[in-house]
């Protein structure tokens, strides 16, 4: 093994412990309670070692997210590949973002509610361009009604996700994005 890749072995071993300990401490005591120090002290770094890798406690939040964000993007890139309808693509679309949401919560309530670039999470503009993709895609096939414009139902799409999201309705994430995915679907389906 060559002292270039022990080295970043080590770097990145480094970094998920740094990424563990402010995960956690974030869940126990909150963000705005948790210090660069105290995460230091837990991950057993120097509190200096912690601008090797983040330039803030808001770039580690953002990392945390958009390393969790990675496997939704994938299994969003996935479903866009697949011999699925536009139909069938929302709708487990939708589903996969409400399982990402179930299991990551916390995560993105932290990031949401404590970073000022919360506006422009991680990958967005990913998302944005994927979900218009299968909409322009289920157009072109006669699947979706093309007299709406496919921005316009990228938007509706990403407004229902995030209403979703912020529901105080107190029906849980996948029912609430059922529902609106129902009412999103019947709208905008092609009146064969």
């Known amino acids: 093994m060559t002292d270039i890749s022990l080295r970043a072995k080590k770097k990145r071993a480094a970094q998920e412990k740094i990424l563990r300990s402010a995960l956690r401490l974030f869940s ?17 770094f120097a509190v200096g070692t912690f601008y090797n890798y983040f330039s803030s406690k808001e770039s580690l939040l953002k990392h945390l997210l958009a390393s969790s964000l990675d496997m939704l993007k994938n299994k969003l890139d996935e479903l866009d590949g697949s011999a699925l309808s536009a139909k069938e693509k929302i709708s487990a679309m939708f589903l996969a973002i409400g399982d990402y949401y179930d299991y990551n919560h916390e995560l993105i309530d932290l990031y949401r509610y404590h970073s000022p670039t919360a506006g422009q999470a991680p990958h967005s503009r990913e998302f944005r361009e994927l979900v218009e993709r299968v909409i322009r895609s289920g157009q072109e ?40 995915l129902s009412i999103f679907l019947d709208g905008a389906s092609s009146k064969k």
């Open 141 to 180: 096939k006669g699947e979706l009604d093309a007299q709406y414009p496919p921005d316009i139902l990228t938007e509706l799409f990403m407004s229902i996700v995030l209403s979703a999201f912020n529901s105080r309705s107190g029906h849980p994430i996948r029912e609430n994005l059922n529902y609106k």
């Open 28 to 44: 126990e005591k909150g963000y705005e309670a948790t210090s660069v120090a105290e995460i230091m002290e837990d991950a057993d």
